[in-house]
């Protein structure tokens, strides 16, 4: 060529090719040479580009198409979703901030936490307290923005079972539902909870809420006589509320596990048809609605299944077609993926299944032996369907040992497959928190050697010590830590 062929006067699509082979770092760094690459670097669809072959977990917004998306939004996202995983790949990463929350607990602990995902808002559960002289239980909503504050508080008469939260980005609430037992019934309390400031607050109480809906469980057609079932899971989306019963006398034929869903706001609400639950191991199946799908997970014989359903846009809808049915049959799956278990292991524990993400779920299993062999932890992701913005993460299994003495207590996994637990040493009977981290092939080198690893250092300056670790909540996303302690105290550690 009679010129040197300059950079800038490339056409755009080149341009776009030469940075599908560069890091975000590089890109950043070719904004700084001139005005004019600053200009193509700062370009929207470059960076919806970026997120789409970034295989990170992102804070991206709910409920917004990515197409929707601005580079001066995705930039900061990427940037702290980067700094993360930088510190998440350390021998021991940098506890950033640790915070006390508020709360005046009069020395009862948190039994079970919560963290709606994106790590801004926190659900604790004490149970059971006595009010009364009746069995109850207490929950509170909490903002972890800023100064953490509680924003709503409920009182369960009964025993509490679980719970769940939806979070809507376009809406100024939270959706919380409460399953819990009382006088021999099982039932889901429905509650609408509004952000509200706390300057708001009478006495900077927060208020006790009354359910907006309280959703009795009708006896499943199929059982003639008392059941003892219980409600062992809930799973909310888009006002659809999936309940998970387990019958213990098996009187539905050839599971444990039955599926009830509600449409909340037309009331309708129907029995899942037992022969979609036949491939999967009885009670070990998880059961979400996320993004009009209906998601089953669990182990059948040497494998992990994800199932994946269409779910009605609104039960009604589907009742009206066959109204005499007594069961919701959802039809043909859309997707079914299979990862393999170990063959050699006489027993698999699926002790944590994540929500959901736009793009993926991940589940974190033991499997464990007979004689004194070490256990061996796996965590498997599967895909989703893709139905919002964010990295189409592949599939994939990672194992890693574990000595045979020791025990994963709390356990937490994301979706992509970020995974945080107490380890309990059974020897020199002392606790630790660990994480887990879905290493990628090809991988430098530098940073942490192995999967699992410390969270924490042994001899950290903390105000506390893992032996008094009660329960323990976990956000990949933002790498949000919340850690209860026997005494009361809740602690929020953040690592970005």
Request: proline share 8%.
């Amino acid at each position: 060529m009679s010129e040197p062929v300059v950079l800038i006067y490339l056409p755009e699509d080149l341009l776009l090719e030469i940075t599908a082979y560069l890091s975000v770092f590089d890109v950043l760094s070719l904004k700084q040479t001139c005005r004019a690459l600053y200009a193509f670097g700062s370009t929207d669809y470059l960076w919806r580009r970026i997120v789409q072959r970034i295989d990170i977990p992102l804070d991206l917004p709910l409920d917004t198409p990515l197409s929707l998306l601005a580079q001066y939004e995705l930039q900061p996202i990427v940037l702290k979703a980067l700094r993360l995983e930088a510190n998440w790949r350390r021998h021991l990463p940098r506890l950033k901030t640790i915070r006390l929350l508020p709360w005046d607990t009069q020395g009862q602990y948190a039994d079970e936490m919560y963290l709606v995902p994106g790590g801004r808002w926190l659900l604790t559960v004490q149970r059971p307290r006595q009010r009364g002289g009746r069995p109850g239980s207490h929950l509170e909503v909490w903002s972890l923005e800023n100064e953490p504050y509680a924003i709503a508080c409920v009182d369960v008469a009964g025993f509490y079972r679980t719970a769940t939260m939806e979070l809507k980005e376009g809406s100024q609430s939270i959706t919380l539902a409460v399953a819990y037992e009382t006088d021999d019934t099982e039932a889901v309390a429905v509650y609408s909870v509004p952000f509200r400031d706390r300057s708001e607050f009478l006495f900077y109480t927060a208020p006790t809420l009354t359910p907006t809906t309280t959703i009795r469980l009708p006896p499943h057609p199929t059982v003639k006589w008392q059941s003892a079932k219980f409600i062992h899971q809930l799973s909310l989306s888009d006002g659809q509320l999936v309940v998970s019963v387990v019958d213990p006398m098996g009187q539905t034929g050839s599971s444990l596990l039955q599926v009830f869903l509600v449409d909340i706001k037309s009331r309708v609400s129907q029995w899942l048809d037992p022969k979609q639950l036949r491939r999967f191991s009885d009670v070990w199946v998880k059961v979400y609605a996320y993004n009009g799908y209906f998601l089953l997970l669990g182990p059948a014989r040497q494998s992990i299944i994800l199932r994946v359903y269409a779910m009605p846009a609104r039960l009604c809808t589907k009742l009206a077609t066959d109204p005499a049915s007594p069961f919701l049959d959802l039809g043909p799956a859309i997707c079914e993926y299979e990862q393999p278990l170990r063959h050699d292991s006489q027993f698999q524990d699926i002790i944590s299944v994540s929500a959901p993400s736009a793009t993926s779920i991940s589940a974190l299993v033991i499997c464990s032996f007979h004689d004194t062999s070490p256990r061996v932890g796996q965590v498997t992701r599967f895909p989703l369907p893709a139905a919002g913005p964010g990295p189409h993460l592949p599939g994939a299994t990672r194992y890693f040992s574990m000595p045979s003495h020791v025990s994963a207590q709390l356990a937490q996994v994301g979706p992509s497959g970020r995974a945080v637990w107490v380890e309990h040493d059974w020897e020199a009977q002392n606790k630790r928190i660990l994480r887990f981290q879905m290493r990628k092939d090809g991988w430098d080198g530098r940073g942490v050697s192995e999967a699992v690893s410390a969270l924490l250092p042994p001899d950290a300056a903390l105000p506390f010590l893992p032996d008094t670790v009660h329960s323990l909540a976990f956000d990949e996303v933002t790498g949000r830590v919340c850690l209860g302690l026997f005494n009361g105290e809740i602690y929020v550690m953040d690592f970005v």
